[in-house]
């Protein structure tokens, strides 16, 4: 084993995320922050469309809907960490 302080910086950050969990919780976090991207470019895209059509309706509900998923998330996730 090489001794820490000899190693490049990157590898020493990978030596010390891969000897805990936060690791995990990262990996876990690109997937989860990824999936919210790709949610937000579907809202806004919808969002667009609805005001384009000049319809409120259809403008709002995908705010509303993206709102609900970033709660559960956030829920999801304080449970998670707090375990």
Known sequence: MHQASRLPFWER???IAGNSAIFWLWHHLLIVALGLLTLLGLVIYL???GIRQKNVAKAVWPVVIFCSCL???YFAMSC???D
């Open 47 to 49: 969002v667009v469309s």
């Open 80 to 82: 998670a960490i707090m």
């Open 71 to 73: 709660g559960l998330v």
């Open 13 to 15: 950050v990978f030596l």
